[in-house]
């Protein structure tokens, strides 16, 4: 198991069997698992501010949330201020939301994106470092 890096993840029911997935396939990690738990509509809310609370205490390195579309889980984690989620559909967006936007939730569009891409993403997400320099000053301008 990895012990460096924690994981938070939830997801709505449009996101269900994407979240179980990748339960799965992130199995080194050591990952919590905030539902939802069944296909049943649910209101994804629910499920996003748990997530965004646990990574913005630091209880977990980061976290990833999946809707339909990744907006909604989105939107709603960063009403968080210690939340960066970034919507990624691709592994450079991933890989751009960590390296220059320190990002610290990854939002998936799951109907939107194949498994083997959102596999595909959450590797580049959690193996790409923050570069800091230039971008930390922009990172530090968010909060309000």
């Known amino acids: 198991m990895n012990n460096t890096i924690s994981i938070a993840i939830g997801a709505d029911h449009a996101g269900f069997e994407y979240k179980n997935m990748l339960i799965d396939f992130l199995k080194e990690y050591s990952i919590k698992d905030f539902g939802t738990y069944s ?3 649910v209101d994804y809310p629910d499920f996003a ?7 913005e205490k630091a209880e977990f390195t980061i976290g990833i949330l999946i809707c339909g579309s ?3 889980v989105a939107i709603t984690a960063n009403k968080h201020q210690g ?3 970034a919507i990624c559909w691709n592994e450079e967006l ?3 939301a960590r390296s220059h936007n320190n990002a610290n939730i990854l939002c998936i569009p799951a ?3 194949s498994p083997e891409l959102a596999r595909q ?3 580049k997400f959690i193996s790409t470092a923050f570069e800091g320099g ?4 922009r990172v530090n301008k968010i909060s309000c």
């Not at 501010?49 to 990574?55: F, G, N, Y």
């Not at 230039?134 to 000053?137: D, E, F, G, S, V």
């Open 111 to 113: 109907r939107f994106i």
């Open 121 to 123: 993403i959450c590797t």
């Open 83 to 85: 939340i960066r989620a």
């Open 134 to 137: 230039r971008h930390a000053n």
């Open 94 to 96: 991933a890989e751009l």
């Open 70 to 72: 990744a907006n909604g």
């Open 39 to 41: 296909a049943d509509s």
């Open 49 to 55: 501010h748990p997530v965004a609370s646990a990574v």
